[in-house]
């Protein structure tokens, strides 16, 4: 009786093994969407923040270029 017990085990202990493997690769697969998208994102947080200071300055009549006309002259 033991070896049939034995092999039951064994059984269980391999399609635990299988399962674990594909979840690994699901998780492998998850972890680079949500590195990718964290990206995305980080971009995008950047361009509001870029797009937000620019129209800022142009609200408050500041040239976003400095004048390069030299002083004294005009």
């Known amino acids: ?6 092999e039951l085990a064994d059984r269980e202990e391999a399609a635990a093994r299988v399962r674990v ?3 690994e690769e699901q998780l492998a697969e998850v972890t680079g969407w949500l590195e990718e998208d964290q990206g995305n994102l980080e971009r ?3 361009a509001r ?4 200071e620019v129209m800022t300055e ?3 009549g500041a040239s976003p270029v400095p004048d390069a006309s030299p002083e004294g002259s005009a």
């Not at 009786?1 to 034995?6: A, H, I, R, W």
């Not at 923040?49 to 937000?52: P, Q, W, Y």
């Open 1 to 6: 009786m033991g070896s049939l017990f034995e």
């Open 58 to 60: 142009m609200s408050a």
């Open 44 to 46: 995008l947080r950047i």
């Open 49 to 52: 923040e870029t797009v937000s």
């Open 21 to 23: 493997e594909e979840l």
